[in-house]
């Protein structure tokens, strides 16, 4: 299974992004997927979960109401639309897949739960 992330860039604060994520080697609906992301000297952190049938989705409570994570199973691929972007979400962006099966909310917002990662992609804000 690999994850191919693209759609960063440097884009000033205000302004709005949207990050895919394709799959290849399984088809999407196999995984809960999940966003991260990592700035500079910091842990790698939750941002967004969606299910696998995208019914049920998940936010960091700083990103909500502006990031909107959604899937599309059959182009196996998964997005992040990030709008009013400050530069504080600054730092590199990895898509993730999840192949466990959850009960009570159904997905995990632990790193470690990940099976499979992408390369990333690097979103700088400016102010």
């Known amino acids: 299974v690999q994850l191919q992330a693209s759609g960063g860039g440097l884009v000033q604060a205000g302004n709005s992004l949207r990050l895919s994520c394709a799959i290849s080697?399984?088809?999407?609906?196999?995984?809960?997927m999940g966003w991260f992301r990592q700035a500079p000297g910091k842990e790698r952190e939750f941002v967004a979960v969606?299910?696998?049938?995208?019914?049920?989705?998940d936010y960091l409570n700083s990103v909500k109401g502006r990031f909107t994570i959604s899937r599309d199973n059959a182009k196996n691929t998964m997005y992040l639309e990030m709008s009013s972007l400050k530069p504080e979400d600054t730092a590199v962006y990895y898509c993730?897949?999840?192949?466990?099966?959850?009960?009570?909310?159904?997905?995990?917002?632990?790193?470690?739960?990940?099976?499979?990662w992408g390369q990333g992609t690097q979103v700088t804000v400016s102010s």
């Open positions: 993730a897949a999840d192949s466990a099966y959850y009960g009570g909310i159904g997905y995990s917002t632990q790193r470690a739960n990940y099976d499979y």
């Open positions: 080697g399984r088809t999407l609906y196999s995984y809960v």
């Open positions: 969606i299910s696998r049938d995208g019914e049920i989705v």
